[in-house]
């Protein structure tokens, strides 16, 4: 195997893909008369906009200790600095968790001039009568706050402390007042959101969730005390700055899956074009012991750059249409390129097994779609249970693992999705992210094993 056999079947795969009559319409011109259809139909049609969504809430927060409380309560030991003055005046005896849901209970639009609430709170005590709501489609979302919840913002406020001034809250206390309890520290707990990941309306209220979750945790870690700065104050309107898409926007990162998805197509038609004809290169590549590597590594080479062009030409695309993304585009346009090596994989096991072009082309321009459509780029898919609760998500909370979740589209899709319309950061979407890659080159490893024992050792 050499570079030059290698350069040779690139170089030979770019000039038919430059050539070819197809090239132009399978990766330019369909994808974006794709994606100008949904602009089209859908640029004008917003969802989201002064929502009221259905939040399920499970509360298992514990509160505070009868310790923290003496310690808050003592006029001695805090002064001028009364928690109160700055949380509701029950939040010792209910917990911050409670007074977490009356934030999200009380939150308003504030876009409009009769104020419309955001959430409509139901309260559960067991998750699976929560989790049949969800299935009815009776809930929107679900949120669990963990026994530790209290002591999780008591240790944001210990952390802004130590972070600030060196020392922790209790610390400073302590050195005047000995016998002062410990706060909690170094407690990172999480809310868990939990939801159908293919429903609208769960998709939009957990980007909602995510801004206000954040804000509450950016807010908490000041706290007025000796020497400190201001503290989130409860009773406080706050903006919150809600994204708002149209149905199209919504719809961008499944339509650029769908653009990448169908490239194949053209390519494994110029490889069963190239056995069919068993043009004079082609004889020569095969004489070589190496001939299946150097055939299957060439091909490779030339889909690199037409894989990372047709993204480019797919995001521009979007762009121009008046995509705003929300999120990181650089990020989103490399969670785009996961999904090179499963396409590779659907070039090399269509190739293997199908030797008309015509075929082919028909066999992945239907295939392409439909594969689409069932990793919910389009629509929402039906539930079809494989494993429960075992998948990781970006909440912490792991979520079942279904049937549409065996495609590396369905997790690219959703990484995408997170990324452009939640600006969700990597670490967030890094499950989803993984799991496309490792199920990406499992495909690929598959197919081109078996595209190089068939077309390659059974001949030779």
């Known amino acids: 195997m050499s570079f030059r056999q290698i350069f040779g079947v690139t170089q030979r795969m770019g000039l038919q893909l430059v050539r070819s009559k197809w090239t132009i319409p399978y990766l330019v011109i369909f994808p974006l008369f794709f994606i100008g259809l949904y602009w089209i139909g859908f640029s004008t049609s917003p969802v989201g906009i002064n929502q009221t969504f259905l939040l399920g809430v499970i509360n298992q927060d514990t509160g505070v200790s009868d310790d923290i409380k003496s310690l808050f309560q003592n006029e001695t030991i805090m002064g001028n600095a009364s928690l109160t003055q700055y949380h509701n005046s029950d939040v010792l ?40 709501k969800l299935f009815k489609r009776d809930l929107d979302i679900l949120i669990v706050l963990n026994p530790n919840f209290s002591n999780t913002t008591l240790s944001m406020l210990n952390r802004y402390w130590y972070n600030t001034y060196g020392l922790y809250f209790h610390e400073m206390i302590q050195l005047q007042f000995p016998q002062s309890p410990d706060l909690p520290s170094n407690i990172n707990d999480t809310i868990h959101v939990i939801g159908d990941e293919s429903y609208l309306n769960f998709k939009l209220a957990k980007s909602v969730l995510s801004i206000i979750i954040h804000q509450y945790q950016d807010l908490t870690t000041a706290f007025k005390g000796p020497g400190g700065s201001i503290s989130i104050k409860m009773k406080e309107e706050y903006t919150i700055n809600i994204p708002k898409y149209s149905l199209f926007e919504l719809s961008i990162p499944g339509l650029i899956a769908f653009g990448i998805i169908i490239q194949p197509s053209l390519v494994a038609m110029f490889f069963c074009m190239e056995f069919r004809q068993n043009n004079t290169t082609f004889d020569r590549i095969r004489l070589a012991p190496s001939s299946g590597g150097v055939y299957i590594i060439g091909s490779i080479l030339i889909q690199i750059p037409v894989m990372i062009i047709q993204s480019l030409i797919l995001f521009l695309s979007s762009l121009i249409l008046g995509f705003n993304p929300a999120g990181n585009l650089f990020l989103g346009f490399l969670i785009a390129l996961t999904i090179f090596p499963f396409t590779l994989s659907l070039v090399y096991i269509s190739s293997a097994f199908l030797s008309n072009e015509d075929v082919v082309g028909n066999v992945l321009g239907f295939g392409a779609p439909f594969m689409a459509f069932m990793s919910g780029a389009f629509i929402e898919v039906p539930k079809i249970i494989l494993i429960p609760k075992v998948f990781p998500t970006a909440s912490g909370y792991p979520r079942d693992f279904l049937l549409w979740d065996l495609l590396p589209l369905t997790h690219s899709t959703n990484a995408l999705r997170q990324v452009l319309l939640y600006d969700f950061e990597f670490f967030l979407v890094f499950p989803d992210i993984f799991m496309s890659l490792i199920l990406s080159f499992i495909y690929l490893i598959f197919s081109v094993l078996v595209f190089y024992y068939l077309r390659f050792k059974i001949r030779s």
């Open 93 to 132: 005896n209910r917990g911050f968790g409670s007074e977490f849901i009356d934030i999200l209970g009380n939150l308003t639009y504030s876009n409009i001039t009769e104020a419309t609430h955001i959430f409509d709170i139901s309260h559960f005590d067991t998750e699976s009568e929560a989790n049949n």
